[in-house]
């Protein structure tokens, strides 16, 4: 269970968001770095921290009792399937519950911005993740113009009632925005386009938010900034490089499972007598 | 994409349910057979397979055409959990949707079978799982007396009806009994009740199913012999050995998938266009 016996301290205080404290944080140069590990002792650790973090969900699923969201934002090609890939796709399926949100439907124009967000929320004993959120509506919506200000502006203080609220009813919420450089965007675009069984990735509006770059790390500075509560923290993970941004989501993870600590629960019938009665039944051969 | 040249041929055709012919099918001696394949080699194809159906599944989500729907039944311990452990989480999460059927709701129960089980369906694009399904409508509602017999036995009709429709709409299913022999799950069961990290699993309603054992076999043998149409066939997994049941079900799904052949799309876009557009933007910084 204890797995902090090394020299570096915890990685959510390493990623913590820091809005307004450039070194590490937001700012472009952030990205490719990689705090707390080289490249050999994240593949060295990689297997071992894949196992912790399943026997964690295991026992989160045994539990029955809580859930975990963690919510993924980041720049298109900043690595939010491929986060889902190599670090969710280490867990067992069945005890994950994934949800995205792309552009609404009719329908869901038709109600709140979080009328969508809490049908997805996950069940207890489910590690959900939201690979986008409701932080679009402070994100896209506003670079976009696609509400005024006197809509979106107002939404930061409903989404912080509202994690307060989901963090309440026993689901620990972890928001981690993959932080790209610009330069490592247009390195991945140009991938894309380049190989023909990633075509179905792209989208040429994607330019158009590529454009915006400035006013979307402004967006970003002001959610992390003001949504960055205890009940609900906001990390900031350097991902242009792809073995750093899973090994420091894989630890997040873990991290907060382990403060979790989910047991497995008392057994609701009687061991022995139960273990007598199969004894009885073991045979070669079903009863007639 | 060909992956047939061996010498042994389809596992499909291996494994197809043979109702009434019992060599290998449906008896208790076949659930410890591993027809096809022996521990040493099923264990070097592993990695392969597992990396012919992780690429076979991309196809099928970039395609965005069709969908695969996976019907797992089988007794308790059968290893089904296991099966979606072991075979589907060799696969992207993103592109899997997991559904399990508990006893129902006071509200399913207000409607007909198949109304939890039409909305569980995966959408296009997605490997669907069902983990039991609407058999159990056929299988424990008949061995418990859950219905009368007059409700029941017209299911198999409804089934073969509501198959062809989901088979036509372009979801091909695939349908797999995970056979345990009578001795095996004793000792399973009794392995469970001797981990603690295993009693959250160990129902003790479940020895009441064991007792009927006989019952749930010829339930399940009328099941797969009215229901093993073409559009929706059953295979028959012998899964004593949980190496071979990984195996052979992984071996099914890629040679459904094979037969499926599915293609990347092609883009919505011009590809020299976008790629001249995006080497426009290359830059170490964003534009201001």
Partial sequence: MATRSRSRGPVREMLRARP?????????????????????????????????????????????RRAVLLVLQGM??????????????????QGVHIRGFGKPTPEELRHDFLWRIRRALPPKRFIGIFNRSHYEDVLVVRVKRLAPKSVWSKRYDAINAFEREVSASGTTIVKICLRISYAEQGERLLARLRDRTKWWKFNPA???????????????????????????????????????????????LIETLEEM??????????????????????????PR
Wanted: charged share 35%; hydrophobic share 35%.
């Fill in 20 to 64: 307004g404290k450039r070194p590490l944080n937001l700012d472009e140069r952030g990205a490719s770095k990689t705090p707390g590990v080289n490249k050999a002792t994240a593949a060295a650790e990689g297997a071992r921290d894949a196992k912790i973090l399943r026997d964690l969900q295991e026992r989160l699923y045994a539990e029955d």
């Fill in 76 to 93: 298109d090609t900043s690595g939010k399937d491929g986060t889902i890939t190599h670090v969710i796709g280490n867990v067992d399926p």
């Fill in 206 to 252: 994607d330019l158009g938010d590529r454009a915006r770059w400035r006013e979307y790390m402004a967006a970003y500075e002001d959610a992390i900034a003001k949504c960055n509560t205890e009940a609900a923290p906001w990390y900031v993970v350097p991902s242009d490089k792809k073995w750093y941004r899973d090994w420091a989501v894989t630890r997040i």
């Fill in 261 to 286: 600590d989910p047991r497995y629960p008392e057994p609701q019938f009687d061991v022995a007598e139960e273990l007598a009665r199969t004894k009885k039944t073991i045979a070669k051969t079903p």
